[in-house]
């Protein structure tokens, strides 16, 4: 195929060649007229400089010019480095005295465990104080991670913790395993070593499936959500401030020991397989100075069940600002409980009430048996000021438990209702009691939520 004459003469006619800018020589333009001080200055003011901005801005200092390449390896302290390569990003030498406060391993899955060692040998020598180690499988991690003295802070994901019978890290104060194999044997030697640890994490942990036991004398924050196959847990810490403490279908035995200051509290009790053999009245009663209360799932039922024969709590929470419930209101138990916490609550501020489904509807009670009961809990005229009803659907006993609060509080400054799309007029219908000039709608999980904002 030959090509056109047109064609072929446009082709024979040469490009003309690119003009190469070129850069204007020192003493022309407008970079003449402010002079350069930073690059005339010693290294050491520069070095002085950099060591009092963050590790990446200073980092990035170095990539300026070539005169500031060698700086990094200079510099007396690094606030953080990420391992995710062969070898670290800035070199960690011995002779160097350099202060490191993080170092972060998140290694792609073609780098072998034995670079994980030299890296985390290499910074035990410069001050580590937070290590935080994410792999791609439950490998285990060298012994000398639980032997770095300065060790305040370690983060462990999806890895084995080796078998340990004593380690070395008595400043740790804050442990977190998530998808961590781990043997009670060496949970033991890292509680009893770290005397100072304050916030305990545990998600989702293997190797501990027949049962898990904590004891400590100085955590205050502890987090647990249980592995699959776990079946018993056991915690004693008197000196508790915090916990949130989820169960498996497969639990069968939880025991918590009373901690007198503790002030927030989360329970998640899912429905056992078994007969789940859990008492939180003890640790509930000796909880005089919570803050904050959150039952969910069959912690209610539990409770309940606990306190069926006594008219009143034994306990009155008077810094208790926060509540929230999750219950099944075909349960005349679980109502009634209700009323006694609000009894037991004379400073409370927010309300939640979750109401689980249930295909039951003629619950055989009506508020009316419960309505007196109610009119003694002081804190729905003299605080309550925010409540928020999730999953309110058409029952009696919801209706009218709606229409009294709003009634009731006189310190009503918030509230909102969750629903169904076919709940619509009756939610309105119930909230019309006492309209607000602020009205808000939106979403809450996927359904609708109606919310009124009182002056």
Same mark, same amino acid.
């Given at each position: 195929m030959t090509r056109p004459p047109a064609a072929a003469a446009a082709a024979a006619i040469p490009k003309p060649k690119r003009k190469r800018r070129r850069r204007p020589k020192a003493g022309k333009g407008a970079a003449a007229d402010s002079p350069d001080c930073f690059s005339n200055l010693p290294d050491d003011i520069v070095l002085a400089i950099a060591n009092r901005l963050p590790t990446r801005l200073a980092v990035t200092l170095s990539v300026l010019s070539r005169r500031f390449r060698h700086l990094p390896s200079l510099y007396a302290h690094l606030d953080s480095l990420r391992f995710s390569s062969a070898a670290s990003p800035v070199p960690l030498h011995a002779t160097q005295p350099k202060l490191l406060r993080r170092l972060d391993i998140v290694p792609p899955k073609r780098i072998k465990p034995s670079a994980i060692r030299h890296v985390i040998a290499a910074a035990a020598d410069h001050g580590l104080s937070e290590l935080s180690v994410r792999l791609h499988r439950r490998v285990c991690l060298p012994k000398s991670a639980f032997f770095i003295r300065s060790l305040t802070v370690l983060s462990l994901d999806t890895c084995g913790v080796p078998p340990l019978s004593t380690v070395a890290c008595a400043r740790l104060r804050t442990l977190k395993l998530h998808r961590v194999y781990i043997k009670q044997e060496a949970l033991n030697a890292i509680l009893s070593a770290a005397t100072g640890l304050q916030t305990l994490e545990m998600v989702f942990c293997t190797g501990l499936d027949a049962g898990c036991t904590v004891e400590s004398l100085s955590v205050r924050s502890f987090s647990f959500k249980p592995g699959t196959e776990q079946r018993e847990v056991t915690l004693r810490a008197t000196e508790l401030r915090a916990i949130t403490l989820h169960t498996r279908p497969k639990t069968r035995k939880v025991h918590l020991e009373p901690s007198p200051d503790v002030r927030k509290a $989360?329970?998640? =009790?899912?429905? @056992? +397989?078994? +007969?789940?053999?859990? #008492? +939180? #009245?003890?640790?509930?009663d000796a909880a005089t100075v919570l803050a904050s209360l959150t039952l969910r799932g069959f912690a209610m039922k539990l409770l309940a069940d606990e306190y069926k024969d006594i008219a009143k709590l034994p306990v009155t929470f008077q810094g208790l600002r926060i509540l929230s419930v999750s219950l099944d209101f075909s349960r005349e138990s679980e109502a009634v409980l209700l009323v006694k916490l609000l009894e037991s609550?004379? !400073?409370?501020?927010?309300? &939640? =009430?979750?109401?689980?489904?249930?295909?039951?509807?003629? &619950? !055989?009670?009506?508020?009316?048996?419960?309505?007196? +009961?109610? &009119?003694?809990? @002081?804190?729905? &005229?003299?605080?309550?000021?925010?409540?928020?009803?999730?999953?309110?659907?058409?029952?009696? $006993?919801?209706?009218d438990l709606l229409v009294f609060l709003l009634n009731r509080t006189d310190k009503l400054r918030k509230i909102g209702v969750q629903f169904q799309e076919s709940e619509e007029t009756v939610v309105k219908w119930a909230? @019309? =009691? #006492?309209?607000?000039?602020?009205?808000? #709608?939106?979403?809450?999980?996927?359904?609708?939520?109606?919310?009124?904002? $009182?002056?």
């Open positions: $989360y329970l998640h =009790v899912a429905k @056992s +397989m078994e +007969m789940l053999f859990f #008492r +939180m #009245r003890p640790f509930l609550c004379p !400073g409370l501020q927010q309300l &939640t =009430v979750s109401a689980a489904e249930n295909k039951k509807i003629d &619950t !055989g009670f009506s508020f009316a048996d419960h309505k007196k +009961m109610l &009119t003694k809990a @002081s804190c729905l &005229t003299k605080s309550l000021a925010q409540i928020k009803f999730l999953g309110f659907n058409s029952e009696e $006993y919801l209706k909230l @019309s =009691v #006492r309209p607000a000039p602020i009205e808000k #709608r939106s979403n809450l999980f996927s359904k609708p939520y109606l919310q009124l904002e $009182y002056p």
